[in-house]
Nanobody, 120 residues
C-alpha cells in the first residue's frame, strides 16, 4: 500500500518559482532512486530530473540550471525546486520512486500528478 502524494503545483508567472514536494508513505524497506516527470497536453511523459538514494542527481537538458532536485530520506520526500519558469514548463508533474517492498522486490510507484501552469 505504498502511496506517493505530490503537492506544490499551481499557477505562476513566467520567471517565477515553484517548489514541488512528493511524500512516499506505506510499508517499505527503503527507497531507491526518485524522480520527477512531466507530461504536457498532446505530448509524451518525459523525465525532468532524478536523484539516487545517495543524492546524485540527473537533469533533462531543458531544465538544467533552472530546476533542482533534492530529497530528505528521513521524511521519504523528494523535492523539485523550479526557478525561472517558462510557459513551456506548463504540464502535469509526476513523482516517481523505486520502492523496496521487500529485500528482493523493488517496484516503481507513481504519484497522481500535480498541475503546474506558467503564464506569460
Amino acid at each position: 500500500q505504498v502511496q506517493l502524494v505530490e503537492s506544490g503545483g499551481g499557477l505562476v508567472q513566467a520567471g517565477g518559482s515553484l517548489r514541488l514536494s512528493c511524500v512516499a508513505s506505506g510499508r517499505m524497506f527503503g527507497i531507491g532512486s526518485m524522480g520527477w516527470y512531466r507530461q504536457a497536453p498532446g505530448k509524451q511523459r518525459e523525465l525532468v530530473a532524478s536523484i539516487t538514494s545517495r543524492g546524485d542527481s540527473n537533469y533533462a537538458d531543458f531544465v538544467k540550471g533552472r530546476f533542482t532536485i533534492s530529497r530528505d530520506n528521513a521524511k521519504n520526500t523528494v523535492y523539485l525546486q523550479m526557478d525561472s519558469l517558462k510557459p513551456e514548463d506548463t504540464a502535469v508533474y509526476y513523482c516517481n520512486a523505486n520502492i523496496k517492498r521487500t529485500t528482493s522486490v523493488e517496484i516503481k510507484y507513481w504519484g497522481q500528478g500535480t498541475q503546474v501552469t506558467v503564464s506569460s
